[in-house]
């Protein structure tokens, strides 16, 4: 019961924000909203014994992202008043086009028989992730880190100024 | 009642498709990534809850959720300095506005 009234309380609190978020005029606005789904996803981590990656959940997205989100829109400041357009001319289409996704993808996922398995996770999370990294998965470990190197020299060589 | 897989692909599903919508119809370039990241979330609830509910003993899910989130930082930081070109050159981060290939 108590598990229940966690869940619809952290539902509530990813998806009255991120209608803020895909709505708001003002775009700072949507910028904060990001924050509250995030902490509900963090919520939701933490209902589903994964500690781990809610703590970096917290610390990647609803530290670092949002404020290099609101970074760019304080150093862009030309598209970010509450009296410019915000939203583009295919709002119905658009809006068609998600709900239409959300009635299919729910139709498909009330049918089909998800092959539940009862068991309890790892008594320590973190080291378990730990060790999966630097055995199974180290190729992934590898490139991922590859990846955010590439990525820190790219930002920086793109966002520079021309000489 | 107890919370099951369906509730939690229910919500993943609400929000993926919040995040479509925010994609298909904002005009600011830093707004559609707002979306992407919503799209990602989504995504990242689906494989932690896969991972609790059909293979409980296992980290796979966790595994793929923290590439997933490495992988959207960097994104977020390339597409957001992509904008600050963009609106260094151009003068706009609309996207129907930025309509050249070559400045």
């Not at chain 1, 009296?83 to 289409?93: F, I, S, Y």
């Not at chain 2, 919040?18 to 830093?30: E, F, I, K, M, P």
């Not at chain 2, 989130?69 to 994104?75: K, Q």
Request: charged residues 10%; glycine residues 8%; proline residues 3%.
């Amino acid at each position: 019961m108590g598990e229940l009234a966690a869940f619809i309380v952290l539902s509530l609190v990813i998806l009255i924000p991120a209608v803020i978020v895909v709505t708001s005029r003002n775009i700072v606005r949507s910028a904060l909203s990001l924050v509250p789904t995030f902490l509900g996803v963090t919520g939701f981590y933490i209902m589903l014994q994964a500690e781990f990656v809610a703590g970096i959940q917290v610390l990647i997205y609803a530290g670092a992202i949002t404020v290099l989100i609101l970074f760019v829109i304080m150093l862009t400041e030309g598209g970010s008043g509450v009296d410019v357009r915000q939203m583009n001319e295919q709002v119905p289409l658009g809006a068609t086009a998600a709900l239409w996704l959300a009635f299919l993808i729910l139709v498909v996922l009330f049918r089909t028989q998800w092959p539940a398995a009862s068991g309890q996770p790892p008594a320590y999370n973190a080291a378990t992730i730990g060790s999966a990294f630097l055995s199974s998965y180290v190729l992934i470990f590898e490139v991922t880190s590859l990846v955010l190197l590439l990525s820190l020299i790219g930002a920086i060589v793109i966002a520079r100024r021309e000489e | 009642m107890t919370v099951g897989l369906t509730h939690y692909l229910v919500v993943s599903t609400l929000l993926f498709c919040l995040g479509l919508y925010g994609v298909l119809t904002r005009r600011n370039a830093v707004a559609i990534l707002m979306g992407i990241e919503l799209m990602l979330n989504a995504g990242n609830i689906n494989l932690v809850a896969f991972n609790r509910y059909v293979a409980p003993g296992a980290v796979n899910g966790h595994v793929f959720a923290l590439v997933v989130i490495t992988l959207a930082a960097c994104e977020a930081a390339v597409g957001l300095a992509l904008v600050m070109a963009a609106y260094r050159s151009l003068e706009t981060v609309h996207v129907d506005e930025i309509n050249v290939m070559k400045w």
